[in-house]
């Protein structure tokens, strides 16, 4: 009797022993929320940076973000103060896609970043143009004060907040300052090139500030809704009308006045979001492993290289000139000319001995 009440007692202890295992601190999930925004951003990738190098590392809290530019990152396993971490952001071409023009995927990448502010699990942090231009101004020697002071007096901004979802609090004006100021944006941030990076941000802000200011001097609504930034071959930044609102400067747009359309890659007057074969090369875009190269359309070996130029097809280590199976990678040699190749043939030199 007694040893059952000792066995009942023990496995109380354990039973309690795990629930209390379950419910505390050092197991539960612990999350960061993040929302990614030009217009909402659905298909970046966001990761928190705890190495600082820049690059979505493989243990690294990351995730892709839905419809609505929201993702949530596991970071239980984070040590130290996440503030010391950046979070990064990453739109790829032909991937991500922006709200404020849904119907077809970014044309170029970009990154943005952001630090993390007053976290707690509840909080989503915000991650834009403008947080982006004000993390490289602090990590170019600014403090967090002068950078904010800064940013407000370029935009002619007064009461910018940096870490604003503009989208949800209607701010118009600042929702198409971001919009500009986005295609100044990297397509990776190199700590080599953060001053010349940081710079682009500031003098596209700058320009963004003297329009604002000109409306205002000329009595006219203040608006930069149409207006995109961009830097010329000189190194300038120029401000340019986008007269359809597809992201696309009426100067680089084969379609300016359609928001369906940019680039017609084979100039046959289609643009290549309707056209199916963009490279007019008789292959369409879906069978065709490079769409926008009219002189490739197979990779038989996957190693990014066209069959027409890669020496190799099948990768099998013989030179396609020398291989009699120049698409098979089991197979090379054909002794006896019968179409079966050695690796198969189980007589290669059709002497009517099996090998």
Not at 20 to 40: A, F, I, W
Not at 76 to 92: E, Q
Not at 292 to 319: I, K
Request: charge should be negative.
């Amino acid at each position: 009797m007694n040893f059952i009440k000792s066995m009942i007692v023990v496995l109380f202890v354990v039973v309690m022993g795990g629930c209390g295992d379950k419910n505390s601190p050092e197991t539960q999930l612990k999350r960061l929320n993040v929302r990614v925004v030009d217009g909402y951003l659905f298909k970046a990738l966001v990761w928190l940076d705890v190495n600082t190098d820049g690059k979505p590392d493989a243990d690294e809290p990351q995730a892709w973000t839905n419809i609505n530019g929201f993702a949530s990152l596991d970071i239980t396993n984070v040590s130290g103060d996440i503030a010391d971490y950046p979070i990064i952001s990453k739109s790829l071409k032909g991937k991500t896609i922006d709200a404020d023009a849904p119907d077809f995927p970014i044309t170029h990448d970009y990154q943005m970043k952001s630090f993390v502010e007053n976290y707690s699990p509840e909080k989503i942090q915000i991650i834009t143009p403008i947080t982006t231009l004000f993390n490289l101004k602090v990590l170019a020697g600014q403090s967090k004060e002068e950078a904010v002071t800064e940013i407000r007096e370029l935009l002619k901004q007064p009461d910018l907040s940096i870490y604003e979802d503009y989208i949800a609090t209607g701010a118009t004006l600042l929702a198409h300052s971001a919009k500009a100021l986005a295609k100044l944006l990297p397509e990776e941030f190199d700590a080599n090139l953060l001053l010349q990076q940081s710079a682009d941000l500031h003098n596209g802000a700058q320009v963004l500030g003297e329009k604002i200011a000109q409306q205002i001097a000329n009595n006219e609504e203040v608006s930069l809704s149409g207006q995109l930034l961009y830097k010329d071959e000189n190194g300038e930044i120029m401000l340019y009308a986008d007269s359809d609102g597809d992201g696309v400067a009426d100067e680089f747009d084969k379609f300016p006045l359609d928001a369906q359309e940019s680039e017609d890659f084979d100039l046959d007057g289609t643009g290549d979001n309707a056209d199916l074969d963009d490279d007019n090369d008789g292959v369409a875009d879906v069978d065709d492993a490079f769409p926008l190269d009219a002189a490739e359309s197979v990779d038989t070996d996957n190693d990014g290289t066209g069959d027409n130029a890669d020496l190799d097809d099948d990768n099998d280590g013989v030179a396609d000139v020398d291989d009699a199976f120049p698409l098979d990678v089991a197979e090379s040699v054909d002794t006896d000319n019968d179409g079966t190749g050695n690796n198969a043939d189980l007589d290669d030199d059709n002497d009517g001995v099996a090998d």
